[in-house]
């Protein structure tokens, strides 16, 4: 019979693996919120193309596939929605780079609600074969700090905007580069040199800042994703 019907892969296992490894490499995208070192940098970027390599072999395998445990629709979307989880981690940190940004107290609250949802999501798909009414709360568990990563960001563009949080905040990096934007302001006296500079820098940090929350508010959107998959996927086989 095995040769008129093949065997089923085991999606099961397989999203298990990617639940895995999103959850590796949002615990090290955590350790980079710390302080932004580059050999941490490049962790975050190795385990991402690992994700690619075992998204791409998932979905071959389901395009091959005769059979499949589960809706063959859920398991495609689930085989995105995670991977989805680990290139948002990559592309932040790829972003706090380029625009040389060191992280703060939000990307750290950010970041550590990504690895929490994406904990909730392994949790989730590793009981769903045997418990899926279990997976259902971890499912409903990774949604939440979709919400809470919102708030998160709310409230840090509430500060971004405030001038007298940057001054008081203001990190001795950002005012190097205040500091080097005076070469724009050449024809003003001193005091005024001054004033503009960090004014020019004020709004750069902003434009800057605002760049990387919104990625990761974006990023939160994904593991809710992931999380509304797996309530799908449970309200079916419940």
């Known amino acids: 019979m095995g040769r008129i019907f093949p065997r089923t892969p085991d999606f099961y296992a397989r999203l298990n693996a990617q639940c895995d490894l999103a959850v590796a490499a949002t615990e090290v ?25 075992l998204k791409a072999d998932n979905m071959t395998t389901l395009h091959r596939a005769f059979a499949t445990p589960i809706d063959r629709e859920d398991v495609y979307r689930s085989i995105a929605a995670i991977d989805e989880i680990l290139n948002y981690a990559k592309a932040t940190v790829q972003e706090m780079r ?114 990387v929350y919104r990625h990761m508010s974006n990023g939160a959107d994904r593991v809710a994703r992931a999380g509304e998959v797996l309530h799908d996927i449970v309200a079916k086989i419940a």
Request: charged share 30%; aromatic share 6%.
């Open 98 to 211: 380029v625009l040389q940004l060191e992280p703060d107290e939000h990307t750290r609250a950010m970041a550590d609600l990504m690895h929490r949802g994406a904990l909730a999501l392994q949790q989730g798909f590793a009981c769903l074969a045997d418990d899926p009414l279990t997976a259902e709360q971890h499912a409903d568990a990774a949604r939440k700090t979709e919400r809470a990563t919102e708030k998160v960001y709310r409230r840090a563009l509430g500060e971004l905007f405030d001038a007298e949080h940057y001054r008081a905040t203001l990190t001795p990096e950002q005012q190097r580069s205040a500091d080097a934007l005076a070469v724009l302001t050449g024809e003003l006296n001193a005091r005024e040199t001054s004033a503009v500079s960090s004014a020019v820098g004020f709004v750069l940090e902003i434009l800057k800042r605002r760049e």
């Open 29 to 53: 995208f955590v350790t980079y919120m710390q302080g932004a070192d580059e050999d941490v940098a490049r962790r975050v970027l190795a385990l991402e193309k690992q994700g690619d390599t």
